[in-house]
């Protein structure tokens, strides 16, 4: 029943309201309340929807040495990061309605920029790239990526996808 959360969290208000005598006008908290509960919802469920190809893309790999992990990560409980063969995918709160995805590789501080440039790393993919949310009508709020509304299930398999080919040794 989480479509009907926002049902609790009103009578909760309702019942602090009542119980302190205040009443609550600030819409614009309440907005960002839900900001950030939609970042903290999207980052588990993609952290979910990785964890699932990650298992069924390692039990279908032969050699156990080219395996993919996930790994949690401090900032909040919902942030994540995939690694392989010294590769990094992070997935992180940057800030209420801001998801940032990163890609680090640790022997890029060994390899000159010539280097880079040759090899088959593919330099863009180290921009930090951000899932923005946005409102539509009603308070509703969606997810984009470069002003456009994505499917979280192509986000999985083109991010995934992505990371396997580079990861590669």
């Known amino acids: 029943m989480v479509q009907l959360e926002w049902i609790k969290d009103l009578v909760e ?3 602090k309201s009542i119980e302190m005598g205040v009443i609550e006008v600030n819409s614009q908290y309440q907005q960002q309340r839900a900001l950030v509960q939609s970042s903290l919802d999207l980052l588990l469920k993609l ?7 990650i298992s069924l893309y390692n039990d279908l790999k032969f050699s156990p040495l080219s395996k993919i992990k ?4 401090a900032q909040t409980h919902a942030d994540f990061m995939i690694f392989r063969n010294g590769y990094k995918m992070i997935f992180s709160l940057k800030e209420a309605g801001i998801l940032s995805v990163r890609f680090n590789f640790i022997g890029s501080q060994i390899l000159s920029t010539a280097q880079i440039a040759e090899s ?3 330099s863009k993919i180290f921009d930090e790239q951000l ?3 946005k409102t539509k009508a009603f308070n509703q709020i969606y997810w984009t990526y470069q002003d456009q509304e994505f499917d979280i299930d192509h986000l999985i398999k083109f991010y995934f996808s992505l990371f396997a080919r580079e990861s590669l040794n």
């Open 70 to 73: 996930l790994y949690s990560i």
């Open 131 to 133: 899932l923005i949310a």
């Open 120 to 122: 088959k790393i593919n």
């Open 13 to 15: 208000a309702e019942d």
């Open 47 to 53: 952290k979910e929807k990785f964890t699932d190809a």
